[in-house]
């Protein structure tokens, strides 16, 4: 019994250790990240957002992450400095950073069943979702991803 306590409180000391260090590599928001060259609005909420997809006839690309999270930072790092990718993805959509961890991150993760990082949406002007991902996407996936979701907005309007 007393084996079995020991094994037990080592493996969630091995557990809470490998999540702690990830979570302490970088404070980057990814809000941030100079080196991207994906245009992110800058808003409290998404409501906020959505108006304005509506105002543009644009759908509206979500990322889902937190300052912890590898994938996330390889997406910020490889995927959205791509110039590629960033023009596909600010000519065709508005883009909308969430941290799920603050401000109203926690929130919306909870609307949008989010529980995984990144996890990546396309979302209507009313908030619908027309394409999701859970897990980080290069250039031809996402791309691939965007066009579902504009021919799915312009089927749905």
Known sequence: MRRSLFIALGLCAL???GCGGAKKTTNNSGNNNSN???EFINSNTLTAVLDRAESKDKVVFVDFY????MPCKLMDEEVFTDNTTAAY???NFLNY???AEKGNGPNL???YNVSVYP?????DERGRVLERKE???FYTELKEMGDRAIAAANTVQ
């Open 66 to 69: 937190t300052t912890w999270c």
């Open 135 to 137: 897990g980080a996407a």
């Open 97 to 99: 950073k969430v941290n």
């Open 119 to 123: 996890t990546l949406l396309f979302l």
């Open 109 to 111: 993760a909870t609307v």
């Open 15 to 17: 557990i809470v250790a």
């Open 36 to 38: 991207s060259k994906v």
């Open 89 to 91: 993805l600010n000519k």
